[in-house]
Nanobody
């Protein structure tokens, strides 16, 4: 079992910045993928960015010029630095974790609200 706790969400004006954090705990494999997904009101959950324990990254096209994902493998914690935020970025952001622990496992955080509004 893996638990994910997000923090750093809030209200920000267009063009502003936020930094999200997600700390993982429990039966964690040293080889894993962590990342962020988001879900806007009335829309499906979508990938934002992922990062492997080997630091390979993947970004959605809509954010790759503005967001940066990183991680600390020791804790482990994943971060998302968001800049040049737009109203359309408004969503609940969910931390994501995937590993192989006898079988493939996926876990989700509870979510943190990001609101971009003037």
């Amino acid at each position: 079992q893996v638990q994910l706790v997000e923090s750093g969400g809030g209200l920000v004006q267009p063009g502003g910045s936020l930094r999200l954090s997600c700390a993982a705990s429990g039966s964690i494999s040293s080889i894993n993928t962590m990342g962020w997904y988001r879900q806007a009101p009335g829309k499906q959950r979508e990938l934002v960015a992922t990062i492997t324990s080997g630091s390979s990254t993947n970004y959605a096209d809509s954010v790759k010029a503005r967001f940066t994902i990183s991680r600390d493998n020791a804790k482990p914690t994943v971060y998302l630095e968001m800049s040049s935020l737009k109203p359309e970025d408004t969503a609940v952001f969910y931390c994501y974790y995937r590993d192989f622990y006898g079988s493939t496992r996926e876990y989700w955080g509870q979510g943190t609200q990001v609101t971009v509004s003037a």
